[in-house]
């Protein structure tokens, strides 16, 4: 089926660093979100993407975060600087429409803040 | 806020028995209720999902049973096997475009 592809798999990166998640979604996709999970704990939505914008974005949403698409290419999700309470799996999704159809959801990038 | 509660938090069952987990939700704009399912290592992939029009979905050996009137939904998985031990998430969404997950449970299935 269609897959969303993260890259790293794994970062591990000093604090106060910047890091950037790439995510290539499913490539007719039009909606972008990225979650954060916390080993053993629920997945909790850090915000969604649509036509090049924000539309949404949760209180995890740190004003150290920030996500683009430039010119179509990887969704990133940079976080600078980092803090150690960002040490979690961040998942990458795409739909085709809202949230409301299938959303397809990455590996994963297992981010560790040291 | 936790607007989609789980439960339980694990849950084991012998090969062949039926598996049962339990969500319920707060937001009445909701209307869109999957179940994904998340093996180790691997994404969270899309089981099966209901909208409030139906109060019951089934797919194969899964079932999703819809109560709008008492905000809680489960998933019931048929004669089990121990291929679908994984952790399974609850999640709704609505007009917000997003999707908000329950806690998940970790299904184990002994042979």
């Known amino acids: 089926g269609p897959k969303v592809l993260q890259i790293p798999s794994h970062q591990i990166i000093d604090m106060g660093q910047m890091v950037t998640l790439n995510c290539d979604p499913v490539s007719n996709h039009l909606y972008f979100y990225w979650y954060k999970q916390i080993l053993g704990q629920q997945m909790e939505f850090l915000v969604n993407?649509?036509?090049?914008?924000?539309?949404?974005k949760s209180k995890l949403f740190k004003d150290q975060f920030s996500v683009e698409r430039p010119d179509g290419s990887y969704f990133t999700l940079k976080i600078q600087p980092t803090a150690l309470e960002d040490s979690a799996v961040y998942f990458c999704?795409?739909?085709?429409?809202?949230?409301?159809?299938?959303?397809?959801f990455g590996k994963g990038t297992r981010l560790t803040v040291v | 806020q936790q607007q989609v509660r789980q439960s339980p938090q694990s849950l084991t069952v012998w090969e062949g028995e039926t598996a049962i987990l339990n969500c319920s939700y707060e937001?009445?704009?909701?209307?869109?209720f999957p179940w994904y399912h998340q093996f180790p290592g691997e994404s969270p992939a899309l089981l099966i999902a209901i909208r409030p029009v139906s109060n019951k979905k089934e797919d194969g050996r899964f079932t999703i049973f819809f109560n709008k009137r008492e905000k809680k939904f489960s998933l019931h998985i048929a004669d089990s096997q121990p291929g679908d031990s994984a952790t399974y998430f609850c999640a709704a969404s609505g007009g917000n475009e997003k999707i908000t997950f329950g806690a998940g449970t970790k299904l184990t299935i002994k042979p």
């Open positions: 993407f649509y036509n090049g914008k924000v539309m949404e």
């Open positions: 937001d009445s704009t909701f209307d869109y």
């Open positions: 999704a795409s739909s085709l429409d809202t949230a409301n159809t299938e959303v397809f």
